[in-house]
């Protein structure tokens, strides 16, 4: 099956810093990809859409000189986070659609970051 | 706004039963998509099942089916048989328009038990 490779899996930085996350389908291509953070015990919600070769598209109230998200190829995403402070903190999920799927086909998800920001 | 709801954080079912997790959802599109996704302690989503709004026919998928009531904008997912592994975070979830987003109920807890 389709598989989206998400690194790193956890990552702890100092407040201030700047961390960066990839994003990437090991066997299908994607033009679109999808960043989702996730607090604890809450549902997931949708950040940015990731287009490749242009400018991702943010959700309102999504700070996009803070959520850097550049999606350079076909099976890259990366969302940086910058100047990260201790709000931050949270589960990040990457989803991608298979460039060959229709848009309606279900979405392959990465494992998931947890990032901690001291 | 445009909202998914699942109105049980929590459920608990007996290894080999059933149990039915609620879900409701608000849209203004006619064509539109719904699945069931499964979040297990390793924070991995699964896609469980998912239902095509046109068709009438609830989805089937081993132990797992939906029942669509789209007058009542109902989605609701029974697991027949329970088993172990089925416990997990589960999240109904509506895809609308050609952007392919996704948007998530804020999920029910089950926990499965001997």
């Known amino acids: 099956g389709a598989v989206v490779s998400q690194h790193p899996s956890w990552v702890i930085c100092k407040s201030g810093t700047s961390v960066k996350i990839e994003c990437r389908s090991l066997d299908f291509q994607a033009t679109t990809m999808f960043w989702y953070r996730q607090f604890p015990k809450q549902s997931l919600m949708l950040m940015a859409t990731s287009n490749e070769g242009s400018k991702a598209t943010y959700e309102q109230g999504v700070e996009k000189d803070k959520f850097l998200i550049n999606h350079a190829s076909l099976t890259l995403s990366t969302l940086t986070v910058t100047s990260a402070h201790p709000e931050d903190s949270s589960f990040y999920i990457c989803?991608?659609?298979?460039?060959?799927?229709?848009?309606?086909?279900?979405?392959?998800f990465g494992n998931g970051t947890r990032l901690t920001v001291t | 706004a445009q909202t998914v709801t699942q109105s049980q954080p929590e459920m608990s079912v007996q290894e080999a039963e059933t149990v039915t997790l609620s879900c409701t959802y608000d849209?203004?599109?006619?064509?539109?998509?719904l699945f069931w996704y499964k979040q297990p302690p390793s924070r991995q989503m699964i896609l469980v099942i998912r239902q095509e709004a046109y068709k009438q026919q609830n989805a089937t998928e081993n132990r797992f089916s939906v029942n669509f009531q789209k007058a009542a904008k109902s989605f609701s997912l029974k697991i027949s048989d329970s088993q172990l592994g089925d416990a997990a975070m589960y999240f109904c979830a509506r895809l609308t328009g050609t952007a392919s987003k996704l948007t998530f109920g804020t999920g029910t807890r089950l926990q499965v038990t001997l």
């Open positions: 849209t203004s599109e006619s064509d539109y998509y």
């Open positions: 989803s991608a659609r298979d460039l060959q799927g229709a848009y309606n086909s279900p979405l392959h």
